[in-house]
């Protein structure tokens, strides 16, 4: 037997991983887990080429919880380790880096984790345990040996009596951390970090229930078998080949992630690169909503298929954190605890490959079936819109199938729209007016008069839309958007020959003069204006320029312009060619001439939606008084 010190000179590096990762402790398990994966995959390797004279078979992890005792086991079928190779890989390389180690982490204010750092792994251990056991036979004809600590530098070697191949692993959990062991702990840690571990891992067994034999009664129970409980899938979706996959494979591959998503994914995104960085995946896109609150973090991120984390922002561009999936990669550079991203060149290439292989993906379910694609365009459209605004190269692509709705149901890529409208939406200075509604309903009266000019009107309801117009105005020529509700139409798309008015200049002022009198505490700027007599005689508007910074600054951004508060503007507009205007000017009695005002006002509110509560009833009853 060898007794001997690991090599540390400090003695309290034991305290030190215990304080440090005291909040990150549950991680004991995905680490151990995974050097057990290690020691697997390297004898398959070996058995392959020829360098481990053994047979590979079929090897599992095993997890054993035995409460009364106070341990945990871990047992794998891999290469194992020869005293040598304990002495070495155990007790030296492990703190190897201790000295530097201390130096970094000795002041607590720098809990950004550190397994790993110093081949810190296996000693994540002691977060749980105050004594830990290694049981150790090499796949080489050598003794096995038993190693043990208690968490101290001071550590015992000895041969063991273990006949067969791997590694044991014994915990004996600490005091303050028997919720360890505890069979729902143990299954819900495997479940959330080694449910696609490419070994099969055991954790107790399950019954099955068998066919029933040829000739029992339909009374008689079936019969039933005790089988090993392997709790992970081995080969998960994203690991095998596109080609080798189909629709429902990826359908059944999200049940399994999410399986309390009762949804199916619109469509997924198969990722597979090899150069000039190693990553694969499966990105899907569920239905959204126009919530821009709803749950990120459902993306999660791999490291050959141990999961690290779900938060992948970094790595995902920010627009695609709204989708679901998988996402794996040897090469994303975490730090020692798998904790955090750190920021690094190959991440930008990562995530700007990411955002590229989407953009393709949407191109070509738009060339292939273009009428899915419509139907699927508002549960995707704010994912789309979102990226058109924060990555360049993404708004580029999206120029191809970006679509745009009219309220109609119809669906224009903006070349497509452009060509639909340019003759007769083009104003007097050459600029192409595009119409569209927020709201088919509420603008109900303002769509049906510009359809009536033969004018094709957009609906375009998603919270960032104030933002995607402004970002499409700069980026294309001689472009404008204007809601039907921001201007009477004449004004939105001006053409030269405007309507001549039927009232003179001083008719005006003076009318002007009566209806500011009448609703002067209503806090509406009245235009005088020229429309067509079919018109209505009262028409409310909301600047499209003012509307749209108050949108945009609510959805973040915008805020420069000091809006945050900004009260809600409408403008009032006064059809001078309308009877009802000239009736108003021409009435002689005062009283009359409120009444009828106060009912067009109503009027024009009532149709932009702005008549409600006590007004409401007023307007009723006043105008049933109107029609006795």
Not at 70 to 76: A, E, L, P
Request: include cysteine; charged fraction near 30%; charge should be negative.
């Amino acid at each position: 037997m060898a007794t001997g010190k690991i090599n540390v000179s400090v003695e309290n590096i034991f305290p030190l991983i215990k304080k440090f990762l005291y909040s990150d402790h549950e991680i004991f398990l995905r680490e151990l887990i995974s050097n057990a994966t290690d020691a697997t995959l390297k004898l398959k390797h070996l058995t392959s080429i020829g360098e481990a004279k053994v047979e590979y078979g079929n090897p599992m992890i095993e997890v054993k919880v035995d409460k009364d005792k106070r341990r945990i086991q871990i047992i794998d079928q891999g290469i194992g380790m020869t005293e040598d190779e304990v002495k070495k890989y155990i007790n030296e390389v492990a703190f190897s880096g201790a000295e530097e180690f201390l130096d970094k982490y000795k002041d607590a204010g720098k809990d950004a984790g550190i397994i790993g750092h110093f081949g810190l792994g296996f000693y994540s251990a002691f977060m749980v345990a105050d004594k830990v056991e290694i049981i150790t036979k090499s796949f080489k004809d050598e003794p096995a040996v038993h190693w043990s600590c208690d968490g101290s530098p001071e550590f015992d070697l000895k041969k063991s009596k273990k006949k067969d191949r791997g590694t044991e692993i014994i915990l004996h959990v600490a005091e303050d951390s028997t919720e360890f062991l505890e069979d729902a702990k143990i299954r819900e840690l495997l479940t959330k970090y080694n449910k696609f571990m490419p070994i099969p891992i055991k954790f107790g067994t399950k019954t099955e229930t068998l066919p029933k034999p040829e000739g029992a009664k339909e009374e008689d129970p079936a019969p039933t078998q005790e089988v090993d409980d392997i709790i992970n899938n081995p080969t998960p979706a994203w690991t095998k080949q596109p080609a080798d996959l189909k629709d429902e494979d990826y359908k059944s591959f999200y049940r399994e992630l999410y399986p309390m998503q009762f949804e199916e994914p619109l469509f997924n995104i198969h990722l597979n690169v090899d150069y000039p960085f190693n990553l694969t995946g499966i990105l899907y896109f569920p239905k959204l909503t126009n919530d821009l609150n709803i749950q990120k973090d459902r993306i999660q991120l791999y490291q050959n298929q141990v999961f690290v984390t779900d938060n992948v922002e970094g790595i995902v561009p920010e627009f695609l954190t709204m989708l679901r999936g998988v996402i794996d990669s040897p090469d994303i550079p975490l730090n020692v605890s798998r904790s955090y991203l750190q920021a690094d060149g190959a991440v930008k290439k990562i995530s700007s490959y990411i955002s590229r292989k989407v953009a393709d993906k949407l191109n070509s379910l738009f060339k292939n079936n273009r009428e899915d694609f419509e139907q699927k365009w508002n549960d995707i459209k704010v994912v789309i819109e979102y990226g058109m605004l924060s990555e360049e190269k993404f708004f580029e692509k999206a120029d191809k199938f970006a679509l745009y709705p009219t309220v109609d149901g119809k669906f224009y890529t903006f070349e497509e729209l452009e060509k639909q409208i340019k003759d007769n939406q083009t104003d007097k200075d050459d600029k192409l007016v595009v119409l569209y509604a927020s709201d088919k309903e509420a603008q109900h009266s303002y769509i049906e008069a510009a359809k009536t000019k033969g004018y094709e009107v957009l609906l375009l309801d998603s919270p960032i839309v104030s933002h995607l117009m402004q970002k499409l105005e700069t980026s294309k020529d001689n472009l404008s958007f204007a809601r039907v509700d921001a201007d009477h139409l004449d004004n939105l798309i001006k053409k030269e020959d405007t309507a001549i008015s039927k009232l003179s200049d001083e008719e005006k002022e003076k009318l002007k003069g009566n209806i500011e009198e009448v609703i002067q505490e209503k806090g509406y700027t009245i235009q005088m204006e020229a429309m067509d007599s079919n018109a209505s005689p009262f028409i409310i508007t909301e600047p499209e320029f003012m509307r749209r910074m108050k949108e945009m600054q609510q959805t973040g951004g915008g805020g420069m312009f000091g809006m945050g508060n900004m009260p809600e503007m409408y403008n009032l507009i006064v059809n001078t060619n309308h009877e009802l205007v000239s009736e108003i000017l021409n009435t002689k009695t005062a009283k009359k001439r409120e009444r009828l005002i106060n009912q067009s006002l109503d009027l024009a509110r009532l149709s932009k939606g702005l008549l409600k509560g006590e007004e409401l009833t007023n307007f009723i009853s006043r105008s049933y008084e109107m029609i006795k």
